[in-house]
T-cell receptor, first 113, second 117 residues
Framework: AQSVTQPDIHITVSEGASLELRCNYS??????LFWYVQSPGQGLQLLLK??????LVQGIKGFEAEFKRSQSSFNLRKPSVHWSDAAEYFC???????????FGAGTTVTVRA | GAVVSQHPSRVICKSGTSVKIECRSL??????MFWYRQFPKKSLMLMAT?????????EQGVEKDKFLINHASLTLSTLTVTSAHPEDSSFYIC?????????????FGPGTRLTVL
């Protein structure tokens, strides 16, 4: 069975500073990996996804993520955070046979002025 | 774009009543939709997979008689919480799977907040 671990429950970062959110996955086959962002009381918005090819993927809002098969990781980064980046971030892996998504526990990002 | 709506966005009901939540793909057809439940400060838990024209498949531990799912058309899936109790209070989110190009992406609705008194 696939699983996703997000080791950091809560991260606080200063506005303008860089941000990195960690994600480790467990899946037997080639993973389809995703990062989503959720604002309070809202649904999920896709930031970026990885299927194959270039291991560094660019997403919306200035985010990028790097797939490292050797480390089973898919960490999310942003060079300079904005106050509007304060939200909950979820990493997810999709099972290829039935498209079911497994989500990590999420990381809450707080941005301080 | 690919937009998924949910209705209602928020519902409060009395214990013992049933509540229906709709999930619609507004600008695409979705043969498969998924229903998730999210507790406060928690991750999303997949409840069931809704397939158009067939019975839903439920994840282990999810009561199918409690959470009735119907996927009557390619743009609509409904989740009915039957005989709701306070422990059913939660944030319910649906997603719809869109066929586009080489990959079929899931798009999420904005969620429905259910409060059972």
């Amino acid at each position: 069975a696939q699983s996703v671990t997000q080791p950091d429950i809560h991260i606080t970062v200063s506005e303008g500073a860089s941000l990195e959110l960690r994600c480790n996955y467990s899946y037997g086959a080639t993973p389809y990996l995703f990062w989503y962002v959720q604002s309070p009381g809202q649904g999920l918005q896709l930031l970026l996804k990885y299927f194959s090819g270039d291991t560094l993927v660019q997403g919306i809002k200035g985010f990028e993520a790097e797939f490292k098969r050797s480390q089973s990781s898919f960490n999310l980064r942003k060079p300079s955070v904005h106050w509007s980046d304060a939200a909950e971030y979820f990493c997810a892996v999709e099972r290829s046979n039935d498209y079911k998504l497994s989500f990590g526990a999420g990381t809450t990002v707080t941005v301080r002025a | 774009g690919a937009v998924v709506s949910q209705h209602p966005s928020r519902v409060i009901c009395k214990s013992g009543t049933s509540v229906k939540i709709e999930c619609r793909s507004l600008d695409f057809q979705a043969t498969t939709m998924f229903w998730y439940r999210q507790f406060p400060k928690k991750s999303l838990m997949l409840m069931a997979t809704s397939n158009e024209g067939s019975k839903a498949t439920y994840e282990q531990g999810v009561e199918k008689d409690k959470f009735l799912i119907n996927h009557a058309s390619l743009t609509l899936s409904t989740l009915t919480v039957t005989s709701a109790h306070p422990e059913d209070s939660s944030f319910y989110i649906c997603s719809a799977r869109k066929t586009s190009g080489a990959y079929n992406e899931q798009f999420f609705g904005p969620g429905t907040r259910l409060t059972v008194l």
